[in-house]
Antibody
Framework: QVQLKETGPGLVQPTQTLSITCTVS????????MQWVRQTPGKGLEWMGFIRSGGSTEYNSEFKSRLSISRDTSKNQVFLKMNSLKTEDTGVYYC?????????????WGQGVMVTVSS | DIQMTQSPASLSASLGETVTIQCQASEDIYSGLAWYQQKPGKSPQLLIY???SLQDGVPSRFSGSGSGTQYSLKISSMQTEDEGVYFCQQGLKYPLTFGSGTKLEIK
């Protein structure tokens, strides 16, 4: 069955870089777009960006200058990296599957990884 | 960016009661709307997509309707397991945007 699981650090210091891995099973990354969404106390649910089935990416302009999404299809993994972290980046980060070619919604979500930005 | 406004922010309902949650988009989203349910400590779960299509496995007491800028989610007979926070999300234009959520509790 379809599964997604995020792994990453629980605590990151301000100005440092956040790295999260999303490992998927039950489907191929070359057939689906993969999205990243975060949930913060200040802004609620925010779409961050996606990586297409072909490997190209698009980002929310809110994060564009500091966000990078990539993948390793051989390992069924998608990666999120975001630099210059601030305390307001504290929240839960989710990877999610887009069920169609940019359908605009998310049919499967990972469990999320809680990230606290603090010194 | 398209702004999504949900109402009410919270409500309580009795078992068996019909519940309706509203979502308004800042521009026409041509039925590009999804609804999610989130329970404490869990990720959101897709209920409705395309404004009115029921996701596989979701109970038929959930239904969605609307067009243009106005959409609604209806739970026809409130059950205990329906407690949680409900979010709408527009899928027409990027950046995708979400409503601020409606917290639903049992009365």
């Amino acid at each position: 069955q379809v599964q997604l699981k995020e792994t990453g650090p629980g605590l990151v210091q301000p100005t440092q870089t956040l790295s999260i891995t999303c490992t998927v099973s039950g489907f191929s990354l070359t057939s689906y777009y993969m999205q990243w969404v975060r949930q913060t106390p200040g802004k609620g649910l925010e779409w961050m960006g996606f990586i297409r089935s072909g490997g190209s990416t698009e980002y929310n302009s809110e994060f564009k200058s500091r966000l990078s999404i990539s993948r390793d299809t051989s390992k069924n993994q998608v990666f999120l990296k975001m630099n210059s972290l601030k305390t307001e980046d504290t929240g839960v980060y989710y990877c999610a599957r887009d069920p169609g070619l940019l359908s605009g919604y998310f049919d499967y979500w990972g469990q999320g990884v809680m990230v606290t930005v603090s010194s | 960016d398209i702004q999504m406004t949900q109402s009410p922010a919270s409500l309580s309902a009795s078992l068996g009661e019909t519940v309706t949650i509203q979502c308004q988009a800042s521009e026409d989203i041509y039925s590009g709307l999804a609804w999610y349910q989130q329970k404490p400590g869990k990720s959101p779960q897709l209920l409705i997509y395309g404004a009115s299509s029921l996701q596989d496995g979701v109970p038929s007491r959930f239904s969605g309707s609307g067009s243009g800028t106005q959409y609604s989610l209806k739970i026809s007979s409130m059950q205990t397991e329906d407690e949680g926070v409900y979010f709408c999300q527009q899928g027409l234009k990027y950046p995708l945007t979400f409503g601020s959520g409606t917290k639903l509790e049992i009365k």
